[in-house]
Nanobody
Framework: VQLQASGGGLVLPGGSLRLSCAAS????????MGWYRQAPGKEREFVAG???????HADESVKGRFAFSIDDAKNTAFLQMNNLIPEDTAVYYC???????????????????WGQGTLVTVSS
């Protein structure tokens, strides 16, 4: 399984970028997909994604600005980012998880894969 993230770069505040995550060795069907980001000195955090049932959701910090989508034909996930602000600067990672289950009171997944990350810098 390989997840190839791309589309990052330097953008002015208020600008837009579209990140792509091309998957090989796996399809997104019935999987939990997501974009995460990690800013310098901070922990990795969830940004936006889609549950195995097809419901999309996003963190409050990006709602109304970022949108998650999937092109099944291309086996690629996207993160459309609009109205970017400096606080969005981070390395962005795509993630795919398998079937969820509970063990010892903790929600787990049958597998999990990460892409290599793509850097987004929002600066004037």
């Amino acid at each position: 399984v390989q997840l190839q993230a791309s589309g990052g770069g330097l953008v002015l505040p208020g600008g837009s970028l579209r990140l792509s995550c091309a998957a090989s060795g796996i399809t997104f069907n019935s999987k939990t997909m997501g974009w995460y980001r990690q800013a310098p000195g901070k922990e990795r955090e969830f940004v936006a994604g889609m549950s195995s049932s097809g419901t999309t959701h996003a963190d409050e910090s990006v709602k109304g600005r970022f949108a998650f989508s999937i092109d099944d034909a291309k086996n690629t996930a996207f993160l459309q980012m609009n109205n970017l602000i400096p606080e969005d600067t981070a390395v962005y990672y795509c993630n795919v998880k398998g079937t969820p289950y509970w063990k010892d009171g903790v929600r787990r997944h049958t597998f999990e894969h990460w892409g290599q990350g793509t850097l987004v810098t929002v600066s004037s």
